[in-house]
């Protein structure tokens, strides 16, 4: 009976995988008749859909290696995602910040997930709490990098005086962090 379930799971995702690549052929066609130039904008799917896979593969899996696989997909996938934004965007710069979504963020909305199928609280506060840092990084950096700093042409027009003021603005930040928990 074990070995029949087996079969039938893993019959399952050949059967997934088959939908997968018939959607993709079809998608892929489609866009060569109508010019879309898949080498142009479509190789980051060449990263998101196996990330997905790993993914998807992770979730299925038994603890512990399925954990494990879950965060290597989630961030494979997310890698694929900034991938997609910076080759659209033309803005590849914002990799000095874009890391924070990959490594704590990405892991963090994988641990979430996989904690969530498999009913552990603290997984998914753990997750939450590394998406949330991962998150403020990516805001915090991008603010520095593109407003301060001007890396994407978006600057404040402080030209040689961003440099000094996101310094200025972050000592500000640890002096008072530190004046503030010294009270505690």
Request: net charge positive.
């Amino acid at each position: 009976m074990n070995d029949q379930s087996d079969n039938r799971g893993l019959s399952g995702v050949f059967i997934g995988l088959g939908v997968l690549l018939v959607v993709l052929g079809t998608l892929f066609s489609v866009g060569q008749a109508a010019g879309f130039e898949l080498g142009r904008f479509g190789w980051p799917f060449f990263v998101i859909v196996p990330g997905l896979v790993v993914f998807g593969v992770g979730l299925a899996a038994s603890d512990p290696p399925g954990g494990r696989i879950t965060l290597v997909g989630a961030a494979v996938t997310m890698v694929g995602l900034i991938l997609l934004y910076q080759n659209a965007a033309d803005h590849f710069e914002s990799w000095a910040y874009a890391w924070a979504l990959v490594f704590p963020t990405s892991t963090g909305l994988g641990r979430m997930a996989y904690g969530s199928l498999r009913g552990s609280k603290e997984m998914v506060a753990t997750g939450g709490r590394m998406a949330a840092i991962g998150a403020a990084l990516f805001v915090v950096g991008g603010f520095f990098f593109e407003f301060a700093i001007g890396i994407g042409g978006y600057g404040l027009g402080l030209g040689g005086y961003g440099w000094p003021l996101g310094l200025v603005i972050a000592g500000a930040l640890l002096l008072a962090g530190g004046l503030l928990y010294r009270r505690k």
